[in-house]
């Protein structure tokens, strides 16, 4: 069984910055690509970034290009989400995933793992 663990969120101001962290459990870490959703309320689950299995590949939602930066640290179980310029409609509870292949997807039924999320406010 595979746990992540999500943290790093909370409230910021719109222009800031935050960091989120995802600690995985288990050994197969460095195996399989990782990557973070969002949801608003009221909204669905939308992909925000994704990285391969060695951090070689990266991949983002077109609202967060240039803002945000995926990556990862095999030796410690963990990616991260670097986000920047935050802007209000960031707004949301953040999840990172474990998709169920080396390569980076959009498609949340791709991934087999989820955190428990972590809230992200941006206020204006």
């Known amino acids: 069984q595979v746990q992540l663990v999500e943290s790093g969120g909370g409230l910021v101001q719109a222009g800031g910055s935050l960091r989120l962290s995802c600690t995985a459990s288990?050994?197969?870490?460095?195996?399989?690509?990782m990557g973070w959703f969002r949801q608003a309320p009221g909204k669905e689950r939308e992909f925000v970034a994704g990285?391969?299995?060695?951090?070689?590949?990266?991949y983002y939602a077109d609202s967060v290009k240039g803002r945000f930066t995926i990556s990862r640290d095999n030796a410690k179980r963990t990616v991260y989400l670097q986000m920047n310029s935050l802007k209000p409609e960031d707004t949301a509870v953040y999840y990172c995933?474990?998709?169920?292949?080396?390569?980076?997807?959009?498609?949340?039924?791709?991934?087999?793992?989820w955190g428990q999320g972590t809230q992200v406010t941006v206020s204006s």
């Open positions: 288990g050994r197969t870490f460095s195996s399989y690509a």
């Open positions: 995933g474990r998709r169920s292949h080396r390569d980076p997807g959009s498609t949340a039924s791709g991934y087999d793992y």
């Open positions: 990285i391969s299995w060695g951090g070689g590949t990266t």
